[in-house]
Each structure stands twice: as C-alpha cells, then as structure tokens.
C-alpha cells in the first residue's frame, strides 16, 4: 500500500494509479457538500445556473464544519469530521458529471458509484471517525463560504488544505471495495458461525 500526497485539482491517471487501502494526504482546494449541498447543486444545474465553483478535478467532502465567526468576519476552521456518505449516492451521476475525482467521508458508497467511479476515474477516501481534530490541523484557511442560508454543516465550504489527511482509499477506479471486502468475510464468517 503507497502512501501519496496530492494536489487538487485532481489528474484523472493520477486518481486511477490509487488503489484500494493506500493512504493519501491532499493539498489544495477542497469543498464540503453535504445532503442540502447536493440538493442545490441539482436544483442549479436544472435551471442552468451557475456554480458558485468548478468542481472538475475537484475533492468533495462529505462533512460539517465547526468554525468560529472571527471579528473582521471571515471564518475560522475548529473542527471537521465525515459524515455518513451513502446519503449522498443518489447524486453520483451528477458529482461525476462535474468532474469530481476524489469523494471523502464515512462509510463507503454503493455499487453504482463504484462503477462510475471505474467509468469516470474516480475514487473514495475514508476520512477516519472521530479524527475531526487531526483532519482540522490540515486545513491552513477557510477560503470561502457559500449558502450559508441552509446551516454551517450544509454549506458549502471551500476550505484550503496543506496535508489534509490520512485518507485511506476506500473504493478505487478498479472496482475494488474495501467496504464490500469486508461486508463479504464478516457474511461468510457469519455462516461460519451461525450456520
């Protein structure tokens, strides 16, 4: 397992030499986008109206920030962890369709985004639970906040990151899971098990 640090925007030949359980730091621009970010990203390009960034080669992060309000009103990152990704796999079509090549969050997507993501050249980075503190300390500054309207933890964050990591690939451009994997010998130790 190869341990890379990339630059975002993100090269598809370098998302697609990732595989599955090497760990990645990346530097760069990284958005956050959550359920209500995804929604309005859809609800956008419906009405072909413009986004407020350019999401090819881009790193979505599904998380929530805490951040502080500072006195001259710009942003202060405190804390960010992932959220639970599945909830945004209705939209793989469409993240991929932006050109997003890296997903990060919690927990996997499901078997439709792994097949885009070998289509497109796409890949999943599992931010590690309950790290929030450690993923925070590699974000140098927030740079930008749109629709703050729907909440800190649905805006979209565009935060800039210096090591951002550890990130394992979860699921890669080959059609490997980790998340399957292991769904996989915990069912057959199961039957082990229990018959």
């Given at each position: 397992?190869?341990?890379?640090?990339?630059?975002?925007?993100?090269?598809?030949?370098?998302?697609r030499?990732?595989?599955?359980?090497?760990?990645?730091?990346?530097?760069?621009?990284i958005?956050?986008?959550?359920?209500?970010?995804?929604?309005?990203?859809?609800?956008?390009l419906?009405?072909?109206?413009?986004?407020?960034?350019?999401?090819?080669?881009?790193?979505?992060?599904?998380?929530?920030?805490?951040?502080?309000?500072?006195?001259?009103?710009t942003?202060?990152l405190?804390?960010?962890?992932?959220?639970?990704?599945?909830?945004?796999?209705?939209?793989?079509?469409?993240?991929?369709?932006?050109?997003?090549?890296?997903?990060?969050?919690?927990?996997?997507?499901?078997?439709?985004?792994?097949?885009?993501?070998?289509?497109?050249?796409?890949?999943?980075?599992?931010?590690?639970?309950?790290?929030?503190?450690?993923?925070?300390?590699?974000i140098?500054?927030?740079k930008?906040?749109?629709?703050?309207?729907?909440?800190v933890?649905?805006?979209l964050?565009?935060?800039?990151?210096?090591?951002?990591?550890?990130?394992?690939?979860?699921m890669?451009?080959?059609?490997?899971?980790?998340?399957?994997?292991?769904r996989?010998?915990?069912?057959?130790?199961?039957k082990?098990?229990?018959?």
């Amino acid at each position: 397992m190869a341990e890379k640090l990339l630059t975002v925007p993100l090269k598809e030949e370098e998302v697609r030499e990732l595989k599955a359980g090497d760990v990645v730091y990346l530097k760069g621009p990284i958005f956050t986008s959550r359920d209500m970010g995804h929604i309005n990203i859809k609800q956008l390009l419906e009405k072909n109206e413009k986004l407020p960034v350019d999401f090819n080669g881009s790193a979505i992060f599904h998380a929530g920030p805490v951040v502080n309000k500072k006195e001259d009103g710009t942003y202060e990152l405190v804390v960010i962890g992932p959220t639970t990704s599945i909830r945004m796999e209705p939209y793989y079509k469409m993240v991929a369709d932006l050109g997003v090549r890296a997903i990060i969050g919690k927990g996997g997507l499901a078997e439709d985004s792994l097949r885009q993501f070998a289509e497109t050249g796409q890949v999943y980075l599992q931010a590690a639970p309950g790290c929030a503190v450690v993923l925070a300390e590699g974000i140098s500054k927030i740079k930008e906040v749109h629709w703050l309207e729907l909440g800190v933890p649905e805006a979209l964050w565009v935060l800039d990151a210096h090591k951002f990591g550890p990130l394992v690939v979860g699921m890669d451009s080959h059609g490997t899971s980790v998340y399957k994997e292991l769904r996989e010998k915990a069912e057959t130790r199961n039957k082990e098990l229990y018959g």
